[in-house]
């Protein structure tokens, strides 16, 4: 078997052994839902998809035209621009409230600071999403 597109290979083996390894470590743990099975055969489904695309040629071309696309890589560059710019007043915003609280509570600052970098790790994933539905839709 022949890969043609590796990153889509690396993506779909990832997905499959996830997928794969949820069952059987949920029965260890005792507490498997009717939800794990929905997420296991899902990420079967798309991992698997990605692996006969990834060993086909004709998709795999496609794929990589898609990717090399000027439209998209004018789309990702902006939203990565946007994004990266929304997260820095951001941390800046949350940096100062959260050295203001802790000086005046005087709680611990490993505590803030712990609690800024998890707010600041949401705020660029929802800031990714959204810049890039946003010039998708524009351009």
Not at 43 to 57: E, N, Q, T, V
Not at 66 to 78: G, Y
């Amino acid at each position: 078997m022949k890969v043609y597109n590796r990153k889509n290979f690396v993506h779909g083996l990832f997905m499959v052994l996830l997928g794969s390894a949820l069952i059987p470590l949920g029965l260890l743990r005792g507490d498997l839902d009717w939800r794990d099975y929905i997420l296991s055969g899902g990420l079967l489904l798309m991992g698997g998809g990605l692996l006969i695309r990834s060993a086909s040629k004709k998709p795999s071309e496609e794929d990589l035209l898609e990717e090399r696309d000027e439209r998209n890589c004018l789309v990702l560059l902006k939203n990565r621009s946007c994004a990266f710019q929304v997260v820095e007043y951001g941390c800046l915003v949350l940096e100062t409230v959260f050295f203001v609280v802790g000086k005046i509570t005087g709680e611990m600052l490993f505590v803030h600071m712990g609690c800024g970098l998890a707010v600041a790790i949401g705020l660029c994933l929802f800031a990714d999403v959204a810049t890039f539905m946003y010039y998708d839709s524009k351009l």
